[in-house]
């Protein structure tokens, strides 16, 4: 048995690590998600300022939009030229998607300065990358209905998960401590 934790330190440091991690993260987000109350930016400040700019990024672009907070639920509505096209949910803000960039970058961390710089630049193009991915979705939305199911259940998970994957990708390849190990 011991043998097998010897062989298999590698494997088992980054499962040990990546749950760790993620665990305490979800949990903190969890209480974020608790504590807020919805008063100033509701939902709550993430889904909120998400909201914000998709609206603000649909207007740039031509489309007449406003977000306003969701009567029945809470969730922001997008409503392009006077029809409502999406919600904005709290699991749209990409900060779920995030803690498992996190998760995994620590799980195979590099130097400190670059695992804090990658950490930092990654999150911030998931998010940007998010806002990009509600903005076309909903421009899909309002010129394509009928694609509904498709667009928000296949490409745009794809979209947003492919651009995580390529993230960890490009991470392990060139700045993780295995590949130094490997190299």
């Known amino acids: 048995m011991k043998e097998l934790f010897i062989k298999y330190k590698s494997v ?3 499962i040990l690590t990546f749950l760790l991690v993620y665990i305490i993260l979800s949990i903190l987000y969890k209480l974020y998600l608790q504590y807020s109350n919805g008063v100033k930016f509701y939902p709550d400040y993430v889904t909120h300022m998400v909201s914000k700019q ?13 977000v306003l907070p969701h009567p029945d639920e809470p969730s922001i509505k997008v409503i392009v030229n006077n029809r409502y096209l999406v919600r904005v949910i709290e699991g749209c ?8 960039f996190i998760s995994f970058i620590l799980a195979f961390s590099g130097k400190a300065r670059a695992t804090l ?3 930092i630049l990654g999150s911030i193009l998931i998010y940007i990358g998010n ?3 509600i903005v076309v979705l909903t421009m899909g939305m309002y010129h394509y209905p009928k694609y509904e199911s498709i667009l928000h259940n296949v490409v745009f998970p794809i979209v ?3 651009m995580v994957f390529f993230l960890w990708f ?3 390849n060139r700045f993780s401590k295995l590949n130094k190990k490997n190299a």
Not at 94 to 100: P, T
């Open 12 to 14: 088992i440091k980054f």
């Open 54 to 66: 998709v609206e603000a990024l649909l207007n740039i672009i031509g489309y007449r939009a406003e």
């Open 93 to 100: 803000n990409a900060f779920s998607v995030i803690i498992l």
């Open 117 to 119: 710089i990658y950490l």
């Open 131 to 133: 806002v990009l991915r």
């Open 160 to 162: 947003i998960y492919g």
């Open 170 to 172: 490009f991470w392990v």
